[in-house]
């Protein structure tokens, strides 16, 4: 079992940034990737990027050029700054770890991202 830990959601301004950190604990050693989703109210969740260990990168169109997604394969951790945020992004994040023999990963708890003036 893996057990992920979120933090770093919050309340901001648009415009503002956030760091959204996810740390992992249990058999690490099966993780090969690292996924961040977002759900907003009434709607499906989304993959928002991802990342491999040897830290190839995948992101959602909308976040591009915004949000970045980091790895630190030591502290077996996963991050995601946001920057420039708009409400539209406003929504819970999920960290998932894509890992062997675990079909859907391992998820975090969510933590809550609200973009209001």
């Known amino acids: 079992q893996v057990q992920l830990v979120e933090s770093g959601g919050g309340l901001v301004q648009p415009g503002e940034s956030l760091r959204l950190s996810c740390e992992a604990s249990?058999?690490?050693?099966?993780?090969?990737?690292w996924r961040w989703f977002r759900q907003a109210p009434g709607k499906q969740r989304e993959l928002v990027a991802r990342?491999?260990?040897?830290?190839?990168?995948s992101d959602n169109d909308s976040v591009k050029d915004r949000f970045a997604i980091s790895r630190d394969n030591l502290k077996n951790a996963a991050y995601l700054q946001m920057n420039s945020l708009r409400p539209e992004d406003t929504a819970v994040y999920y960290c998932?770890?894509?890992?062997?023999?675990?079909?859907?990963?391992?998820w975090g708890q969510g933590t809550q991202v609200t973009v209001s003036s």
């Open positions: 998932n770890a894509e890992a062997y023999g675990r079909e859907d990963g391992y």
């Open positions: 249990g058999k690490i050693f099966s993780i090969y990737a």
């Open positions: 990342i491999t260990k040897s830290g190839l990168v």
